[in-house]
């Protein structure tokens, strides 16, 4: 079992920044392969993927990023920490939604599917 809360969301401005947290227990990053991914939904329309992550180790095997996000959105990791990053800078209104982070904890190199989910934090871009 993967337990994940993320943080970190709130209201901006456009062309601020804010940077998302999502705690994970249950499985420590250091000893697992296992990918992070971001996702997010705004009112009315379906959830949508932002960026993911997956390592083994201290080797990572990629980053990928939505087209919307590509040069403004970060993801990373913190082995001792447990805990995944998304650092989100030049905001836009469009960037408004529900930001959920996922786990997944299949083995390969590759994506596997996300089995956990966190609850979702609230972020708010103002025009």
């Known amino acids: 079992q993967v337990q994940l809360v993320e943080s970190g969301g709130g209201l901006v401005q456009a062309g601020g920044s804010l940077r998302l947290s999502c705690a994970a227990s249950?499985?420590?990053?250091?000893?697992?392969?296992?990918?992070m991914g971001w996702f997010r939904q705004a009112p009315g329309k379906e959830r949508d993927f932002v960026a993911a992550?997956?390592?083994?180790?201290?080797?990572?095997?990629?980053?990928d990023y939505a087209d919307s996000v590509k040069g403004r959105f970060t993801i990373s990791r913190d082995a001792a920490k447990n805990t995944v990053y998304l650092q989100m800078n030049s905001l836009k209104p469009e960037d408004t939604a529900v930001y959920y982070c996922a786990a997944d904890t299949s083995t390969g190199v590759g994506p596997g599917r996300y089995d956990y989910w966190g609850q979702g934090t609230q972020v708010t871009v103002s025009s």
């Open positions: 992550t997956r390592w083994s180790g201290g080797r990572t095997y990629y980053a």
């Open positions: 249950g499985r420590p990053f250091s000893t697992y392969t296992m990918g």
